[in-house]
């Protein structure tokens, strides 16, 4: 996620926030069975939707939005 992508979501109320995590969540693991099936080219691709998740959580926890922890 670029740093512009980042700051958008700062304005955005915290529900779709959680939208954008499940997604990326389904995109990971769909990346990591392709993976594991040899369909992945781009490796990095998991290391990027891994850091996305996390900056999501990141700026969730800081708006005060708690939620499930996985």
């Given at each position: ?41 781009n490796?990095r691709?998991?290391r ?5 998740i ?17």
């Open positions: 996620m670029k740093k512009k992508d980042l700051h958008a979501y700062r304005e955005k109320p915290i529900p779709e926030i959680e939208k954008e995590i499940r997604e990326s969540r389904a995109r990971l693991e769909v990346l990591t069975f392709d993976l594991a099936g040899g369909k992945v080219k490796i691709e998991v990027a939707v891994k850091k996305t996390a900056q999501l959580l990141t700026l969730r926890q800081a708006r005060g939005g708690g939620g499930e922890q996985h």
